[in-house]
C-alpha cells in the first residue's frame, strides 16, 4: 500500500526540523527538501551540469556555490525563476524516487515552501508548525549571523502563518519540546486511525 504522505511545513525558525526528528523517532522516514538541494548542488550532483551553462561563475570546486548564486541573485534577481526552473523539476524526482523506496505506512516530507510552490496537491494532508511571532523572531535572532534585516527580508518572501494556518490540515504550536513530542505521537496514532477506519 502506498504511505501515507505527510507534508510538513512552517516559516523559518517555526521547528520544522525540529518537529521532523521526533517523527524520526517514532520510526516514521522523513524526506527533507533542502538536504536534496543540498545533495543537487554538490560536486558531481545532478543541478551542477545545467546550472553551469546558464551561470558559470556559480560553479566553485565542481559543485554550486550557494554564495555565488546568492551573488548573481542579488545583482539580477529575476535569476530565481530560471534557477527554479532546474532545481524544482530535479527536487520533485528525488522526492518521488525517495517514495518508491519506501515501506512504512507514513511518511514525512520536510518542504519548507510547500504552500508556496502548490506541493501541497501531492500530499495526502499537511502540517503546520507554528508559534506566537515574539518567539518566532527570537529564535530566528539568536542564530549566529542572523541580522534584523534579513530575518524581515525572508519573512516578506514567505506565505503569511496566518495563511498557512487557514490552509493546513493539522497545526502543532512548538512551545515547549515535551508539548511536541506529544504532538507528534498522537497525530500518528490518529493517521493510523483514519488509514484503517
Ligand atoms: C538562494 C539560495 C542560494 C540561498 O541559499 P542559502 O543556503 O543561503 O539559504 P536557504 O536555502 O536556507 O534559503 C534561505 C531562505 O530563502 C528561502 N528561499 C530559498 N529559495 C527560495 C525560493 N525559490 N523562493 C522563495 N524563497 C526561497 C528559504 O525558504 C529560506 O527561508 C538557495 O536557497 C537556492 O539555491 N534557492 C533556489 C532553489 C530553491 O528554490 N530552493 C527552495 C527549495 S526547493
Ligand atoms: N518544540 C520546541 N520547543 C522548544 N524550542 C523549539 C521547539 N521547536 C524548535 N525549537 C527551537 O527553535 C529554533 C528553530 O527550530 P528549527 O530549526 O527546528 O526550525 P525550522 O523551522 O526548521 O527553521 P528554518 O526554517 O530556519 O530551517 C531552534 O533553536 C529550536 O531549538
Known amino acids: 500500500m502506498m504511505p501515507f504522505r505527510l ?3 512552517g516559516s523559518i525558525g517555526m521547528g520544522k526540523s525540529t518537529t521532523a526528528g521526533f517523527f524520526r523517532a517514532q520510526g516514521v522516514p522523513v524526506w527533507d527538501a533542502d538536504a536534496a538541494v543540498h545533495r543537487l548542488y554538490a560536486p558531481d550532483g545532478p543541478a551542477v551540469a545545467p546550472i ?9 570546486a565542481g559543485g554550486v556555490s550557494r554564495e555565488a548564486l546568492k551573488r548573481a541573485l542579488a545583482q539580477d534577481p529575476t535569476l530565481l525563476a530560471t534557477l527554479e526552473t532546474i532545481v524544482h523539476p530535479l527536487v520533485a524526482q528525488d522526492r518521488a524516487s525517495f517514495l518508491t523506496q519506501q515501506t512504512a505506512d507514513i511518511v514525512v516530507f520536510d518542504i519548507p515552501l510547500l504552500f508556496e510552490k502548490g506541493t501541497e496537491a501531492d500530499m495526502d494532508a499537511t502540517l503546520l508548525v507554528t508559534a506566537p511571532p515574539a518567539l518566532q523572531r527570537t529564535r530566528v535572532l539568536s542564530r549566529a549571523g542572523m541580522t534584523e534585516a534579513q530575518f524581515r527580508l525572508i519573512l516578506s518572501r ?5 495563511e498557512k494556518r487557514a490552509r493546513a490540515t493539522h497545526i ?3 512551545l515547549s519540546l515535551a508539548s511536541v513530542e506529544a504532538a507528534v505521537q498522537a497525530l500518528i496514532a490518529y493517521i493510523r486511525e483514519i488509514r484503517d477506519a
Not at 52 to 60: C, G, K, M, R, T
Open 158 to 162: 514567505q506565505m503569511p502563518d496566518a
Open 172 to 174: 502543532i504550536e512548538t
Open 7 to 9: 507534508g510538513l511545513t
Open 52 to 60: 553551469a551553462a546558464i551561470l558559470p561563475d556559480a560553479i566553485e
